[in-house]
């Protein structure tokens, strides 16, 4: 059974800093790995989607990073602002692209003005 | 974008009685759809998938008859929560995926708050 983690469950940073959040998963037979953003009682925000054949993913300040024989995937914020405050998820998904996610849950992101 | 609506976004209901959930995809065919469960503080849990026209998947441990899944139409996916009672409390939100480029779309969330 597929497990997906993600530590630490918050994080509160000052405003400018780089951050990078962790992503691990159990099996590492993926058809791809996808970082989403939440806002508090609100609907998921696709960030990025990094395919199991793909390294990295990149949007604006965001880098994506998928090590898929060790499990592992990061997600990188360059110059965190206020408005990257929420919480982000990972998913995996293992059936192909219409298949169900697999999420972590998710690590809450402070950033501090 | 593909958008996917979602209404109510809030619900408060009386234990014993049954909400029911929409899920719209606005301008494409949802030929999939995915409805999850999310307690506080926790991942987002699978509870069904659904083709349109068929029957819908349910995943190991979710009651089929108490949690109504109907795909009669490409736009159109619904929950209805029977009988709901305060465990039933949670956030459930859905997601679509359908052609030409096959992404995942959510909807934004219905908190269902049983009392």
């Known amino acids: 059974k597929q497990e997906v983690t993600q530590i630490p469950a918050a994080l509160s940073v000052p405003e400018g800093e780089n951050l990078v959040l962790n992503c691990s998963f159990t099996?590492?037979?993926?058809?791809?790995l996808q970082w989403f953003r939440q806002d508090p009682g609100k609907g998921l925000t696709s960030l990025l989607l990094i395919q199991s054949s793909q390294r990295e993913q990149t949007s604006g300040r965001l880098n994506a990073s998928l090590d898929k024989s060790s499990g592992r995937s990061t997600l990188y914020i360059a110059a965190s602002q206020p408005g990257d405050s929420a919480t982000y998820l990972c998913a995996v998904s293992i059936a192909g692209a219409n298949s169900k996610l697999t999420f972590g849950k998710g690590i809450t992101l402070s950033v501090r003005p | 974008g593909a958008v996917v609506s979602q209404h109510p976004s809030r619900v408060i209901c009386k234990s014993g009685t049954s909400v029911k959930i929409e899920c719209r995809s606005l301008d494409f065919q949802a030929t999939t759809m995915f409805w999850y469960r999310q307690f506080p503080k926790q991942s987002l849990m699978l509870m069904a998938t659904s083709n349109e026209g068929s029957k819908a998947t349910y995943e190991q441990g979710v009651e089929k008859d108490k949690f109504l899944i109907n795909h009669a139409s490409l736009t159109l996916s619904t929950l209805t929560v029977t009988s709901a009672h305060p465990e039933d409390s949670s956030f459930y939100i859905c997601?679509?995926?359908?052609?030409?480029?096959?992404?995942?779309?959510f909807g934004s969330g219905t908190q269902l708050s049983v009392l």
């Open positions: 099996d590492s037979a993926i058809y791809n």
């Open positions: 997601s679509a995926t359908g052609p030409p480029n096959e992404k995942l779309f």
